[in-house]
Structure formats: C-alpha cells, structure tokens
C-alpha cells in the first residue's frame, strides 16, 4: 500500500491463487498497470493456453480502478461459479476501498 495505490495477492495454503494492482492516482496509474500486465504476460509465457483475453489488454481509462489476474492454482480446486469465486472478487474489491480509504483519510 502507497499513497497512490496498492498491489496485493491471495494465497490458497501455499499456492498463489490472485494478484490484484489497483491505483487512485492519475499521475502513476501506468506504472501500476505495467505491473498487472507483467504478472499476466508471465502467466502466459509460461502456459499459453491460459490466454483467455480475446483482445489485447488495456488499461482503464479513468481512475480508481482494480485489476485482478486470477491464476490457474485458482481454478484447479474451484469452478469459476463457485461461491469461492463471489468471496475472492468481493474480499478484493473490499480490501482496495480499505486501503485507498486509509490512506486518503
């Protein structure tokens, strides 16, 4: 967390299971993007078939955003209509709006 956005992951035991990179600052909000695009692009090269975006990725184009890269640990264990999902992306958004309200108040 910085006082221009913040980068976090969530983690199934051991097994990596989300990246999310999210900013309310117009001024760096490229730098972060740069670094949700990276984690995806890793993901990519190393399993290609996990390429799900049917376009190219583009950052948002107004502020605050979150961006989220699920990762395959995912989606080993949990069908993409499981409430675990629902738990994942709410607690996600929840812990944005937390911080950005920390750090502005």
Known sequence: MTETGVAFEYFKGETPISV?????AAEVSGEY?????????????VCPQLSWA??????PESIPWLATLLLPGFFATVKSDSA???FLNT????FFWVAH?????
Do not use: F, H
């Open 33 to 45: 993007w740069i670094e949700i695009e990276t984690a995806y692009y890793q993901v990519t090269d």
């Open 101 to 105: 309200d920390l750090v502005r108040s």
């Open 91 to 94: 607690s996600e958004v929840v």
């Open 20 to 24: 999310c990179v999210g900013t309310w």
């Open 84 to 86: 675990d999902v629902w």
């Open 54 to 59: 049917k376009r190219p990725l583009k950052a």
